[in-house]
């Protein structure tokens, strides 16, 4: 090995990127080498001083914002199928993006299209003779009636002792795809109680959302999303799902 | 019956689905990396504004060659494209003959940065002047060499990656890299003397 091909080389060495063959062959060229064994112990030097230094430049939150704003939104999108898998992700996406604003942005926002449907659909049962398919007052009969008719069995929990009669069930579209709707009243007030499944077990706590003057109860407990919408005052609803999920625990304890 | 796979069967492949996914991916693999974006653009382009802007273009050319984007990983793979845009930017401006010291004032005024760890001042003000010291002479290297030194020393890539997001041999790789440090040496004992 030449000196003048160690003097390459020797950079390599520092840099680690050289197999253990050539380092070997390096190293002993410059172990027997007067001119070459101080400049690789000066470059080493000057290595480790570039290292201890940082020569980073940390980009600017605005352009970082610029950036993000340049990109297309993931929410712009309205296909069916985007929105679906979203919330059907909800938590697989904020898992892979566990510090992603982004993913939370989507999901949220997709929540937002879902409430927008759960209003539509809560509107379209308030229209004559589409509230109920199954009328009963009877857990027994309507948690039964939805067998067969979807791959999730909605808890069907007979409040009337709590001031919330149950008046039946029915199958509902929500995101194109068939939903449980389990319908309560509470004087002249239709609750009507949107069940779907999630990939998500977790337990996410309430979150009511007000949405063209509906009450929304939003929360999501071992295996299903539930929403809890009415024309009912906010703290009514809120009573009605506290009752609810208070009454499912004593369900799956019991 | 929310699942996802019933979903894709279910559904029509969907443009604007793929778009959102598309853009979320995108986020995810390729914000991480802005600051190592914008650290090259400020060495390429030694000026803070022009390196803003050239960020904000890479990152919209990344976004539309995302879909064929399959490898290297993703660092060099933007830093590539960074690199481009820089190099259009470069003919775009009147050539600028410029490797001295007295045309980059924006590297010594710029207060840097810092990701600090533990320090006395007196120590941190030692590195901060050693860091501004070194960022001037690196910016007053010739062009080829600051940007095989600074893909090697700042972003961190190996050869091989720095031979790919170039352009050039490994071997080409090597010999600048000898050279950008040569120089620098000769600069940094000149300074102190």
Not at chain 1, 60 to 68: A, D, G, H, V, Y
Not at chain 2, 66 to 86: Q, S
Not at chain 2, 123 to 130: A, K, P, S, T
Request: net charge negative.
């Amino acid at each position: 090995m030449t000196c003048n091909e160690a003097e390459i080389l020797l950079h390599a060495l520092i840099d680690g990127e050289l197999d253990a063959s050539h380092a070997r062959e390096v190293e002993a060229h410059i172990a027997g080498c007067p001119r070459c064994a101080p400049k690789l112990a000066a470059y080493r030097q000057m290595s480790q001083a570039v290292a201890t230094v940082d020569l980073r430049y940390t980009a600017p939150p605005l352009l970082r914002k610029r950036i993000e704003a340049s990109l297309p939104k993931p929410q712009v999108a309205t296909s069916r199928r985007s929105v679906l898998r979203g919330f059907a992700l909800g938590s697989a996406m904020s898992a892979i993006a566990a510090s992603g604003l982004v993913a939370i942005v989507l999901r949220n926002d997709d929540e937002q299209r879902i409430e927008g449907e759960i209003v539509s659909a809560h509107l379209r049962s308030l229209q004559a003779g589409h509230l109920t398919d199954v009328v009963s007052t009877d857990q027994h009969t309507v948690k039964p009636w939805f067998n067969g008719r979807l791959d999730v069995s909605p808890p069907v929990i007979d409040l009337t002792a709590q001031g919330f009669t149950l008046i039946g069930g029915r199958l509902d579209y929500v995101d194109a795809r068939a939903i449980a709707a389990v319908v309560y009243k509470r004087r002249a007030h239709v609750i009507n109680l949107f069940v779907a499944q999630t990939a998500s077990t977790e337990h996410r706590p309430a979150r009511m959302a007000t949405v063209q003057g509906f009450n929304i109860r939003r929360w999501s407990d071992r295996g299903l999303n539930y929403w809890a919408i009415s024309d009912l005052g906010a703290d009514e609803l809120a009573e009605f799902g506290d009752k609810f999920e208070a009454a499912t625990r004593v369900n799956s304890e019991g | 019956m929310f699942s996802a796979k019933a979903a894709q069967e279910a559904m029509p492949v969907s443009n604007s689905g793929d778009e959102a996914d598309k853009a979320l991916r995108f986020r995810e693999a390729a914000l991480p990396y802005l600051n190592d974006v914008y650290t090259l653009a400020r060495y390429l382009l030694r000026n803070p504004a022009d390196a803003e802007d050239a960020a904000q273009e890479c990152y919209l050319r990344a976004l539309k060659h995302f879909d064929t984007y399959r490898g290297p990983a993703m660092k060099p793979w933007l830093l590539a494209i960074l690199r481009n845009v820089c190099r259009a930017e470069f003919s775009r401006r009147a050539a600028s003959p410029s490797t001295t010291i007295e045309n980059t004032p924006e590297a010594a005024d710029e207060p840097p940065l810092w990701h600090e760890e533990q320090q006395t001042p007196e120590e941190q003000m030692l590195r901060e002047r050693d860091a501004v010291a070194i960022r001037r002479l690196i910016d007053a290297l010739a062009e080829p060499f600051r940007e095989t030194f600074v893909l090697r020393e700042v972003n961190n890539l190996s050869y091989r990656e720095i031979a790919e997001a170039v352009g050039v041999p490994v071997g080409t790789v090597m010999s600048r890299l000898a050279r950008a440090r040569a120089m620098l040496r000769s600069a940094w004992l000149a300074e102190q003397e």
